[in-house]
């Protein structure tokens, strides 16, 4: 069992990362294995509806995109984490996860997800609700935990002393095992998507 973490953040080792690290270790502990992604550091192209990836299942812009999603298609949980600069996510990692997930066509119901978001004061849980929408539209389970998942500071070394942020970001990685654990018990018994119909509703058809 695995789980793939994205950082959103520029800062690889910022308060975004503190955050992560905490959860990833937890995970490791549950027996769960994780791999952390630099996404924030990167160059990231947006989507540009092209349509392309209908045609060649993969994005025509062949960067890290492509590749974090051949790991996508094969772990079982994602979690992504992301600072908030204005209000929101970062333009990375929202810009990286419009091509992932508009571009990958494999069955990600049940695969589990998890939004983690760092911020000095405000607009973490706008973040989180960006990121949370990736998740909702393609069938996969929200992990929670006993707070928002959300760390606060202005540093690393801030983020450290936020102890309901890591009392937090502990009990996800505590319910997100469980979750991924339970799942895989009952492989067998996840329900079929039904796929076909959509909607325009400029003429109701």
């Not at 939004?115 to 004061?121: E, F, G, L, N």
Request: charged share 25%.
């Amino acid at each position: 069992m695995k789980v793939l973490i994205l950082n959103g953040s520029p800062h690889v080792d910022g308060c975004t990362k503190v955050a992560l690290n905490e959860v990833s270790r937890v995970l490791n502990e549950e027996g769960i294995t994780t791999e952390i992604i630099e996404i924030g550091s990167k160059d990231i192209h947006g989507c540009i509806g092209c349509y392309s990836c209908k045609q060649t299942g993969k994005c025509v812009f062949n960067d890290l995109v492509n590749e974090v999603a051949a790991k996508f298609k094969d772990a079982d949980g994602l979690i992504v984490g992301s600072p908030v600069y204005f209000g929101g996510a970062s333009g990375t990692i929202r810009a990286f996860l419009d091509r992932l997930f508009y571009s990958t066509h494999f069955a990600k119901t049940m695969k589990v997800g998890a939004a983690v978001v760092s911020s000095r004061r405000a607009g973490s849980t706008t973040a989180f609700d960006e990121i949370n929408k990736y998740f909702t539209i393609s069938s996969m389970p929200i992990v929670a935990s006993t707070y928002w998942n959300e760390i606060h500071g202005s540093n690393k070394e801030e983020a450290k002393k936020d102890l309901e942020g890591l009392q937090t970001m502990r009990n996800l990685g505590k319910n997100m095992a469980f979750l991924i654990k339970s799942i895989n018990a009952n492989k067998e018994s996840i329900p079929e998507q039904e796929k076909g119909n959509r909607t325009n509703f400029c003429d109701g058809l």
